[in-house]
Nanobody
Framework: QVQLVESGGGLVQPGGSLRLSCAAS????????MGWYRQAPGKQRVLVAHITGGGSTNYPDSVKGRFAISRDNAKNTVYLQMNLLKPEDTAVYFC?????????????WGQGTQVTVSS
């Protein structure tokens, strides 16, 4: 069973930066993809960053140019660097991993870490 644990959230002023970490119990080099999602109070959980096994990344327009996903396979950790933060970035951020098998796709989630952007 894959376990994901997020850390690095906190309170930051608008325009500031944070780096979130997601430590995985499994070998992330064997995962087909990893990503970060966020969920604000009363809102749906939405994708903010995605990285494939080959290293390709994609982002929604809302965070392009401000957020960057990366990984360290030796540490089994994926990161989300967040710059130029805005109040609308306030949310719980969740780490996600996808593993494909012969019978389908398995999806795993961390417990989330709170990010608050406020003056």
């Amino acid at each position: 069973q894959v376990q994901l644990v997020e850390s690095g959230g906190g309170l930051v002023q608008p325009g500031g930066s944070l780096r979130l970490s997601c430590a995985a119990s499994g070998k992330i080099s064997s995962f087909n993809a990893m990503g970060w999602y966020r969920q604000a109070p009363g809102k749906q959980r939405v994708l903010v960053a995605h990285i494939t096994g080959g290293g390709s990344t994609n982002y929604p327009d809302s965070v392009k140019g401000r957020f960057a996903i990366s990984r360290d396979n030796a540490k089994n950790t994926v990161y989300l660097q967040m710059n130029l933060l805005k109040p609308e970035d306030t949310a719980v951020y969740f780490c996600n991993a996808e593993v494909f098998s012969l019978v389908g796709r398995s999806t795993y989630w961390g417990q989330g870490t709170q990010v608050t952007v406020s003056s």
